[in-house]
């Protein structure tokens, strides 16, 4: 799913949509014990409850594409008849309505899902009617022909409320507050089908981590039956491992900044799309000889890229390009750069020992305070 599939499934959590059939719940402490179920029409609920779960339902499908969010696809092998494909496939044609396949799924979650603390499994069902698009992009909501049956799945931290005073209107007093278990913003969730190119996909769904390192492979194992994603972090890691193990020690500043400075302009060149450009080898490849790596640098390049990210693997240009940050760092000194400024720091060799240079002229700050480089006889003509 790209960014505008994404935000069209999320438009539906609002007051005057009524495509939400069911919602089923499951509150679970801490000892893995179910404290209590709830099994509703949606719209049984009061209007305040509805808000309440619109809310998480759209932070389910929030975040960034590759980090937050992960599209993961499943292979023939991933949907036998007794695979978590074929139970997920299950609640979704029942639309939650039979209890002894939405209770199965709560003790899979229970099983595999680690958090040591209490929290609450949501379940909705949903159709979307898809509305028919005019060549302009206009919707035509009296041209669909396909109905989006699909799944959300939201597990949500519920914490214990903090202590303190609060008014009571009743007594006319402050007095300590009481304090009761509030359900917090989803830390994990999923949707399924996919909705690809705007419409079913069985093979494929769609993962939401709060924490993108937290990806809780275990559960979308046990759970989803799907291969488990990459985190941005392991990204980095394998790609600076690629760059160390090709580069060796002819791994230069220059050329790392120039390889910084191709990963920008890339990085502008798709700042539009709608879905976040992978690397391959090949690309990766072709990125390095871009930036001036020699090819004789290149020749351990296919075997370090194999080692560090796997022969098929592909690496996210946002994980590797860090929101366009470039740092400086030694064991005593960080600098910072703006991404579009790289030239003004330079390396140099100055009687003898290596330098880095940087350009400056008015505006300087040191600890918040404006100061001057040079005095009044020694600035420069």
């Not at 029409?41 to 808000?51: K, N, P, Q, R, V």
Request: hydrophobic content about 35%; glycine content about 4%.
């Amino acid at each position: 799913m790209n960014k505008r599939e994404i935000s069209e499934i999320k438009k539906q959590f609002k007051k005057d949509n009524n495509a939400i059939t069911r919602i089923c719940g499951c509150y679970v402490d801490a000892e893995k014990q179910i404290k209590t179920k709830l099994k509703e029409a949606f719209f049984a609920l009061s209007e305040e409850e509805i808000f309440k779960y619109y809310e998480i339902f759209k932070k389910t499908l929030s975040g960034t594409l590759g980090k937050n969010l992960h599209n993961l696809e499943y292979s023939i092998h991933d949907e036998g008849p007794d695979s978590a494909h074929a139970l997920l496939m299950k609640l979704r044609e029942e639309k939650l309505t039979d209890d002894e396949t939405v209770d199965a799924f709560y003790e899979k979650v229970i099983e595999s899902y680690d958090y040591g603390e209490n929290y609450y499994i949501i379940l909705i069902h949903s159709a979307y009617d898809i509305p028919g698009k005019a060549l302009d992009g206009e919707e035509m909501f009296d041209a669909s022909d396909e109905v989006y049956h699909h799944i959300l799945c939201c597990i949500c931290p519920v914490k214990l409320s903090e202590p303190g005073l609060s008014y009571n209107e009743m007594t006319n007093a402050i007095e300590e507050r009481p304090r009761d278990w509030w359900v917090q913003p989803p830390m994990t969730g999923f949707l399924f089908p996919a909705f690809n190119d705007r419409s079913t996909d069985i093979h494929g769904l769609l993962y939401f981590s709060k924490n993108p390192e937290a990806l809780h492979t275990e559960f979308i194992e046990a759970c989803l039956g799907a291969p488990s994603p990459i985190s941005f972090k392991a990204q980095k890691e394998a790609f600076h491992e690629i760059l160390t193990d090709t580069l060796g020690e002819e791994c230069e500043y220059e050329i790392v900044r120039q390889i910084h400075e191709t990963l920008a302009e890339l990085e502008e060149e798709h700042k539009e799309d709608m879905e976040p450009v992978t690397l391959g080898k090949s690309q990766v490849r072709e990125l390095l000889e871009k930036s001036g790596v020699q090819p004789e640098q290149l020749e351990h390049f296919d075997k370090a890229y194999e080692e560090a990210a796997g022969e098929d693997t592909a690496i996210l240009l946002p994980a590797i390009t860090g929101a366009g940050k470039f740092a400086v760092k030694t064991p005593d000194v960080d600098i910072k750069v703006n991404p579009d400024r790289l030239d003004l720091v330079e390396t140099k060799f100055i009687d003898g020992r290596r330098f880095l240079v940087i350009a400056v002229e008015d505006n300087v700050e040191v600890n918040g305070m404006p100061v001057k480089m040079w005095s009044a006889e020694n600035r420069p003509s």
